[in-house]
């Protein structure tokens, strides 16, 4: 293992992804990686370096590469610096029979930014992403690790007043 990478998880972290690993057999550590990636996600303000997956991989005992497909494979993770308040929306079919564009469109208009994009002032990122597994509520929404459902322009406005 690279220590100079482990290191590179706070002892806090690293206390946390034992946590998961002792949930698999210990020949299967690599299971955790997941949880590992979102634990140092969390670490970093949101979002992953180069340096903190290589982290991972070196705690896990994983080839970084296999780390690195599971980091850009899946929406939740970030390799770019995010906002203070990453908003999620999901546009996928029952999302968008239900109104996701006026809501993307409400939140665009609102924050004064497209898609993909963050505030100058860093409060909030805007992501589209696939079904959140909560279509009976559509239209949905996560920030940070809530849902927000059956969105309207009224519901959206109280969710961001509420926001700082
Ligand atoms: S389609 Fe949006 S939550 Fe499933």
């Given amino acids: 293992m690279a220590q100079a990478d482990i290191e590179l998880l ?27 990636l979102r634990i140092a996600q969390e670490q970093n303000g949101g979002w992953l370096t180069q340096e903190l997956m290589d982290g991972v991989a070196a705690y896990l005992g994983m080839p970084p590469i296999a780390v690195y497909e599971v980091a850009t494979f899946y929406s939740m993770y970030e390799l770019e610096p995010v906002g203070r308040h990453k908003i999620c929306v999901c546009t996928n079919i029952s999302c968008m029979l239900r109104g996701s564009e006026e809501v993307v469109a409400h939140l665009e208009k609102r924050l004064g930014i497209k898609l993909g994009e963050t505030t100058a002032d860093g409060r909030f990122t805007l992501k589209e992403v696939e079904c959140l597994g909560a279509c009976v509520n559509a239209p949905v929404m996560q920030v940070a690790k809530q849902y927000h459902e059956q969105l309207t322009p009224e519901v959206l406005d109280s969710i961001l007043d509420g926001l700082e």
């Fill in 10 to 36: 706070s002892a806090a972290s690293r206390a946390e992804i034992d946590r998961w690993i002792a949930k698999y057999p210990p020949e299967r550590r690599q299971s955790a990686v997941m949880a590992a």
